[in-house]
């Protein structure tokens, strides 16, 4: 393996944060909440009232509307807790957000059944959230 040699002083360059970047990181973060806060309503009207979604077809994903309801709502609390902590700049908050809205995207897409246009803007919605955190999460660390 060869060393790379730099000219002596020069230590890494540093790039400034962009302020594009951080706006798309913290409309992520918004969006987190958002989407976290559509989680929690879809679950708890699934808590409380059971009957309100009714499936038009019978799918793969054939689970109780109360099953999925505390799903939405424990992905939906997590979801607004890791919105909040990007919002500091937090590398890690960084990461579950990636993760959060991966499985929000999968949760959704099994709610299809249940309420498709709802799951169709939370995928739209967790498209956006990963995209944002993957190319310009980094620039709102490097901003605090």
């Not at 009207?45 to 038009?56: E, G, I, M, Q, Y």
């Not at 939906?76 to 919105?83: D, E, Y």
């Amino acid at each position: 393996m060869t060393d790379i040699e730099t000219p002596t002083g020069a230590g890494p360059r540093r790039r400034e944060p962009s302020a594009w970047a951080v706006g798309w990181t913290v409309f992520a973060a918004v969006m987190m909440a958002m989407v976290g806060t559509w989680h929690a309503i879809a679950g708890l009207v699934a808590l409380f009232d059971d009957d309100f979604f009714t499936r038009a077809q019978e799918w793969v994903f054939d689970f109780d509307a109360t099953t999925w309801g505390w799903v939405n709502l424990i992905l939906g609390i997590v979801l607004v807790i890791a919105g909040a902590a990007l919002i500091t700049g937090s590398v890690a908050a960084r990461a579950v957000g990636v993760v959060f809205a991966a499985i929000s995207m999968v949760a959704a897409f099994a709610w299809l059944p249940y309420y498709p246009v709802w799951a169709i803007l939370i995928v739209a919605a967790s498209v956006a959230v990963i995209w944002s955190l993957t190319v310009h999460g980094r620039d709102i660390t490097a901003g605090t």
